[in-house]
């Protein structure tokens, strides 16, 4: 019964308690159907405990909307309760006890309406639940395993308590419709958003204290898990560097939502300023760019006193790193200066970088600038806080008008300065004498000071001295400075540096080739105040498309230059790069352009670094736009690089027309079964001449079209150059040729010319020499007393022109430069010599011919003049014979002569020789004994003997019948190169065929004087001729000495074989030797002949036999020789015979019958094998008796 009477009293205050809701709805003036709407909604029904389970929100059930925070909520239990009605605005609030997330929390509730008048409902409670917890409760209604975003991992709260909230409305108190999570707490390792973002503002620390506003999306996305927001804000200043700190970091995140992490925050720059910034994260790129407004005004900044910073955007851009690093701060904000009036606003742009922000640049623009500003002079004392006395002379000379703009920066780079800088859009020249306008006049020679209006640009260093101020004025107003030019505009560029410096920067339009082209270039010179003249260099503006007309050519950018004088200029020069059409649209190439003449009508163009490995005639076709009439421009191929040079007139480098330099593959013209036509393969012949394989060579080739005329442009010509050495024998080496080939007309055969450059090593020997009181000038070390041998290169140049079906040619030229000292002879210097070469196809030298002219001096002797060379060469050129001739210019005696060759004094026999009649001299010098002359030096001249040379002349050739002549032919050999130079000999040739008797003959001799010493020695060389009975002639080569009396035995071999000797058919002698002895005293009996005798070699058998004998006295017709053997040897009398039947031979009678023999063929069907036929027998056996016809016997009457 109390139970019931309980119950009964809670209902009774219940009813009073929503009664007196009603009539304070009433009272509180709330609307009828807000009324009717709340006391229909809400319901609180009467029992143990109470539930409001019956209110609708937007027409869906209390628990149903909460279902969304609290999944399996179907009522929500109140204890405790408390009820607030507010009427404005309308709310009605509950307090209470209830159980969430299996979880007793004390919480409010509101009920509200909406901006459509929908009632809404909103919940705050507080919680012990972690942040993943709390994400599990709310979604604990999945089908699926809950799992906790990484965003929410990391987080926990500081006291184990946040607040929640919720909101089936839109932003009820700054509340957004959702439910909201806030509350301190620390953020550890384990978060993302602890390794991301955070670690670049706070590296070193594990954990942070942040505040927490999380937010899940309930009642406004379908998927609310996909829409979770996490922002994080750490309060407090955090030190970024010296300069920055920043404050309240904020981080943002969100759950698949598509968008980047957001930074914000504030920013304070010294304690100056605060800029409130925001921006996003992303740990893929290198910065992170906030922008943001600044917040105040800035006045005086970085102690500019003259500037004040109104109102502005900011923009930071972070360097990505740990930790973050300030990149730069740039600011654009509404300014007020000093120099314009109150009311007006300039625009201020400032930017900070570097590492602690040092690195400032200000600009303050549009300041309009009042009569009070209107000279350098007036501005000067508030940029500088100097005064005005300070200004530089020459800034006296200009006046300020119009707008400024000012630049502070505290750095330098390539586009700002350190210091300040003032431009002024309107300034004029006011000093007539200022030497601004004797530089202006430079350029211009009308230039006054009202002419232009000019851009001044003033920078003054930080310090402010006058050292390192410029400033420049530049003139933006075209003008015609000439004929065929323009001035676009021009800037005159003044440094003060302990001195003026003016410098002219100009853009100009120029119009060349009568007007047809236009250049557009930008080009800048010094100004010298003591000079008229000018030199510019600048680059080329536009794109040159087909320049000249020549429409494969397209230049792009380059270098110009040009010379004022007086305000005039008569050439360009441009180096720019270019595109050739037929070549390649991307590779760029070289080209070098000279533009002259009195209307720049006169042009030259040098191309290079033009990348075309292709036939020449492609190159051709790609110039002229069709191809070429010559085939051997299909077998010549360029390599690597090539060079073109055009020009339209005869210029000093360039002939008229285009001309391509080129390195080139030769290559040989093959058909398979056609001959080659001469004509296509004339350059590869020509070169073939040279060497048997043209085609591993490089060439160079200068090829020439003649496109302006008035020549056809079929007239080619080209020259094909090779300069790699090589070898045509081992001693003649080719160093470089060329091959020219002109072409006059469409279907002419071309002319061809071969030329080149030779080098023939000519092997060299020194003579050994050795210093004498006489001071000869030596070649060699003195006392040294071996020969040298080494090499001289003799350089040559010959040419040719060849036939297009020659199998030979002949090359003819001379060498190039002196031959000095040849051979050691240090008397003697070739200047002039003259060469003919005879080659074959392929690369075969068949011959080669020297002969030239020289200089000989001989100090000592006082003889000097020129000389006649003809020259053999022999050995691969190894072996050289050189012939020297000297005519009517001889005054030296032989002793002077030996003394200046050798150096030494010889014997003095040699004064025995008298040379000074002589006129003609003929020298031969050799290298070797070869080409019929001794090695050395040797000497034919016409002299006198006297004394001891004279008398055993005398006593040498008295078997001579012919009285000697007083004058000699005489032949003096000096064996420079030999370890013995004084070795001298002197040849005297005797007359030809001395007859001794009438069957013996000297048919050449020579008497050979030793003259090495004063012991004079003679000796006799000839050659015999005897003609003996029963024998062939007979030639034997005599040599010996004559001793003191003049008896003299010579001797010496037969020449050839003693073939049937005494008549004896195969009777030959080999080995034959004799010997023939003179005296005086045999005279009067023998023809001075004192013995004759012979020895011969024979073999019979395997024994030798030798023979001796003599010629008998007194004509030595008859001769005698007997054989034998050694002692111990023996003869086979078989052998003998066998040799004697060698030497006579005899046949029988029968062995000399002469027979035919006839051979039959067996194997035939008729016969018996004697006859092969009945008319063989016939003719063989005759008629037979049994087949003979009796005669028919006639009788007459």
Not at 182 to 198: E, H, I, N
Not at 627 to 652: F, M, Q
């Amino acid at each position: 019964e109390k139970t019931k009477a309980a119950k009964r009293e809670m209902r009774l205050y219940q009813l009073v308690l929503l009664i007196g809701v009603l009539f304070a709805c009433v009272d509180l003036g709330l609307t009828q159907g807000n009324q009717v709407q709340i006391l229909k909604d809400i319901s609180i029904s009467v029992g143990g405990n109470s539930v409001i389970n019956g209110t609708t929100i937007n027409n869906v059930p209390l628990y149903n909307q909460l279902q969304q925070a609290f999944p399996n909520t179907s009522s929500l239990p109140l204890y405790n309760f408390n009820i607030t009605l507010q009427t404005s605005p309308p709310e009605l609030l509950i307090a209470a006890t209830t159980s969430l997330w299996s979880q007793w929390v004390k919480f409010s509730l509101v009920f509200y309406f909406d901006s459509s008048s929908s009632l809404q409902v909103a919940m705050t409670f507080a919680t012990n639940y972690s942040i993943p917890s709390i994400y599990q409760h709310v979604f604990s209604s999945a089908k699926h395993p809950v799992v906790v975003p990484s965003l929410l991992r990391g987080l926990t709260a500081v006291s184990d308590v946040v607040q929640v909230e919720l909101n089936t409305g839109n932003n009820y108190k700054a509340v957004p419709q959702g439910l909201t999570v806030y509350g301190a707490v620390v953020l550890d390792a384990t978060s993302p958003l602890r390794t991301g973002p955070f670690s670049l503002f706070q590296p070193g620390t594990e954990s942070i204290k942040v505040m927490l506003d999380l937010f899940i999306p309930l009642w406004v996305s379908a998927n609310p898990a996909d829409g979770i927001t996490v922002s994080l804000t750490e309060v407090g200043a955090i030190k970024i560097n010296s300069a920055v700190q920043l404050l309240n970091l904020t981080i943002q995140a969100c759950t698949n939502c598509g968008k980047p992490i957001s930074i914000s925050g504030g920013f304070n720059y010294k304690n100056e300023i605060q800029f409130l910034v925001s921006g996003y994260y992303s740990a893929q790129s290198s910065t992170i760019g906030l922008s943001g407004s600044m917040v105040g005004v800035w006045s005086r900044p970085l102690s500019i006193h003259w500037l004040t910073i109104l109102s502005g955007s900011a923009k930071l851009i972070l360097n990505v790193g740990t930790p973050a690093s300030i990149d730069s701060i740039t600011i654009i904000a509404n300014s007020v200066e000093t120099f314009t009036s109150p009311h007006q606003t300039t625009t201020t742009t400032l930017s900070m970088t570097g590492p602690d922000l040092e690195d400032i640049l200000i600009q303050v623009s549009g300041i309009q600038l009042t009569h009070n500003y209107r000279s350098i002079s007036s501005i000067w004392p508030q940029l500088t806080n100097k005064s005005a006395t300070t200004i530089p002379t020459v800034l006296h000379d200009v006046s300020l008008h119009e707008t400024a703009t000012i630049t502070v920066s505290t750095y330098s780079n390539g586009v700002v300065k350190e210091g300040i800088t003032l431009q002024v859009t309107a300034v004029h020249i006011v000093n007539a004498k200022s030497p601004l306008l004797a530089a202006a006049q430079t350029l211009y020679k009308p230039t006054t000071t009202e002419s232009f209006t000019y851009i001044l640009t003033l920078y003054i260093p930080i310090d402010t001295s006058s050292s390192g101020i410029t400033f420049t004025l530049a003139e933006i107003t075209p003008f015609r400075l000439s004929k065929h030019s323009f001035c676009d505009s021009y800037t005159l560029i003044v440094a003060i540096n302990g001195g003026l410096s003016i410098s002219i920067n100009t853009q100009l339009s120029i119009n060349i080739n009568h007007g047809s082209d236009v250049l557009n270039v930008s080009v800048s010179g010094v100004w010298n105040s003591a000079s008229d003249n000018v030199d510019f260099t600048g680059s080329l503006q536009d794109v040159w498309v087909r320049p000249f007309g020549i429409k494969w050519l397209t230049i792009n950018t380059g270098v110009v230059k040009l010379s004022f004088t007086n305000g005039l200029f008569n050439q360009i020069s441009l180096q720019a790069a270019a595109i050739m059409s037929f070549i390649s649209k991307t590779q760029a190439v070289n080209i070098e352009l000279i533009v002259a003449g009195a209307d720049f009508d006169e042009w030259d163009i040098s191309i290079t670094n033009i990348p075309f490995g292709h036939p020449i005639s492609d190159f051709y076709t790609g110039i002229l736009d069709r191809p070429p009439t010559v085939r051997s421009l299909h077998h010549i191929t360029t390599s690597g690089n090539c060079g073109i040079s055009i020009a339209n007139y005869d210029s000093p480098n360039t002939p008229r027309g285009l001309t391509l330099t080129a390195n080139i593959l030769l290559q040989k013209v093959t058909r398979s079964g056609i001959k080659t036509n001469a004509a296509e393969d004339s350059v590869y012949r020509a070169a073939q001449f040279l060497n048997p394989h043209p085609e591993n060579f490089d060439y160079n080739i200068n090829f020439f079209i003649p496109i302006f005329g008035p020549q056809s442009i079929y007239d080619i010509s080209f020259t094909l150059s090779e300069t790699g050495a090589f070898h045509i024998t081992k001693n003649f080496l080719c160093n470089s040729f060329e091959i020219d080939l002109s072409l006059n007309g469409a279907t002419a055969l071309p002319i061809i010319t071969l030329s080149g450059q030779f080098t023939l090593n000519v092997k060299q020997r020194h003579p050994t020499l050795q210093t004498t009181q006489f001071s000869v000038p030596l070649l060699t070390a003195a006392g040294e007393q071996s020969s040298l041998k080494d090499v001289t290169p003799l350089q040559f140049s010959a040419s040719t022109t060849i036939n297009a079906v020659s199998d030979s040619i002949s090359l003819s030229g001379s060498m190039t430069g002196n031959w000095n000292n040849p051979f050691g002879a240090h008397w003697l210097t070739i200047s002039h010599l003259s060469v003919s070469l005879e080659l074959i196809s392929p690369g075969v030298l068949q011959t080669i011919d020297l002969s030239g002219t020289g200089e000989f001096n001989f100090p000592k002797s006082k003889s000097s003049g020129s000389v006649t060379l003809t020259f053999d060469l022999s050995n691969d050129f190894s072996d050289v014979t050189m012939i020297a001739s000297i005519q009517n210019q001889w005054n030296s005696s032989a002793t002077n002569f030996i003394r200046a060759v050798v150096g030494r004094e010889p014997s003095r026999l040699i004064n025995e020789m008298d040379w000074s009649s002589s006129v003609n001299i003929l020298l031969a010098l050799s290298t070797c004994s070869c080409n019929s002359v001794q090695e050395g030096l040797t000497i034919n001249v016409q002299g006198q003997l006297t004394g001891t040379l004279a008398k055993r002349y005398k006593q040498s050739t008295y078997f001579v019948k012919s009285p000697p002549a007083e004058t000699l032919d005489l032949q003096l050999n000096v064996p420079i190169f030999s370890a013995d130079p004084l070795g001298i000999n002197m040849y005297i040739q005797l007359q030809d065929n001395i007859k001794l008797t009438k069957d013996l003959t000297f048919e050449s001799s020579t008497l050979t004087f030793d003259l090495a010493t004063d012991d004079l020695s003679v000796s006799l060389q000839t050659q015999f001729l005897g003609q003996f009975k029963k024998n062939p002639p007979l030639q034997f080569y005599f040599s010996g000495s004559f001793s003191a009396d003049g008896s003299i035995l010579i001797s010496g071999a037969m020449m050839g074989t003693w073939t049937n000797a005494f008549g004896f058919h195969g009777f030959n002698l080999s080995n034959v030797i004799g010997e023939l002895g003179f005296n005086p005293a045999m005279c009067v009996v023998s023809a001075c002949i004192s013995d004759f005798g012979f020895g011969a070699g024979f073999s019979i058998g395997h024994t030798a036999i030798n023979f001796d004998g003599n010629a008998a006295a007194p004509d030595y017709e008859d001769i005698f020789l007997q054989g034998s053997i050694k002692v111990g040897l023996h003869l086979n009398v078989l052998d003998v015979c066998t040799e004697w039947n060698n030497l006579n031979p005899v046949s029988p009678a029968w062995q000399l019958e002469k027979i035919n023999l006839k051979f039959i063929d067996t194997s035939s069907k008729f016969g018996h094998g004697r006859f092969q036929t009945a008319d063989e027998k016939h003719k063989f056996l005759g008629t037979l008796k049994r087949n003979a016809v009796a005669p028919v016997s006639t009788s007459t009457s």
